[in-house]
């Protein structure tokens, strides 16, 4: 499974293309991709879980699952964002660093070590249900890290 904080409003929003390609491509070998709309970052996904189902729809084609919004950082964190974190307490980065720059500079960083950066973290679960590698936001669903670790995930 790929788990993925998602929401509609955020500059990282178009992934949800990459992700739903990733979704289609991977589906026949076991892969999962599992939406999680949260609106901890910066307000960005207001909506009601069917404003969010007919946004992904219509802009972008999803036929992965998306769930009902969670809290990630804010209280009460979800129980699996809790046991996800505990499992991965830190995202491996992307090469370029602008994100965390970006969110340094508008004083937008999370305020525990462990929480989750942004909206479209990526979380890899593998076949045993053991947290395989945990990606930062900008590490897009086309990042060779990414995609070498699902890859090894699926054997």
């Known amino acids: 499974m790929l788990i993925v904080n ?7 929003t178009p992934q949800y293309a990459a992700l739903q ?11 999962s991709v599992l939406g999680f709309p949260c609106n901890d970052f910066a307000a960005h996904e207001p909506g009601t879980e069917s404003d969010i189902r ?5 802009h972008y084609s999803v ?13 009460p964190r979800h129980v699996l ?7 991965q307490p830190k995202a491996r980065a992307s090469a ?20 989750v950066l942004w909206n479209f973290e990526k979380i890899l ?24 670790e699902i890859e090894a995930a699926l054997g």
């Open 63 to 75: 036929t992965f699952p998306l769930f009902a919004k969670v809290n990630i950082n804010s209280a």
């Open 96 to 115: 370029s660093g602008k994100l965390t720059e970006a969110l340094t500079n508008h004083g937008l960083l999370p305020k525990k070590e462990g929480d």
């Open 81 to 87: 964002y809790a046991h996800l974190i505990a499992a």
């Open 6 to 12: 998602v929401a509609s409003k955020c500059g990282l």
């Open 21 to 31: 390609r990733l979704h289609t491509s991977y589906a026949g070998r076991g892969l």
């Open 125 to 148: 679960i593998g076949r045993d249900g053991e947290v395989r590698a945990r990606f930062a936001p900008d590490v897009t669903p086309e990042d060779t890290a990414l995609v070498t």
């Open 54 to 58: 007919e946004f992904c729809d219509t």
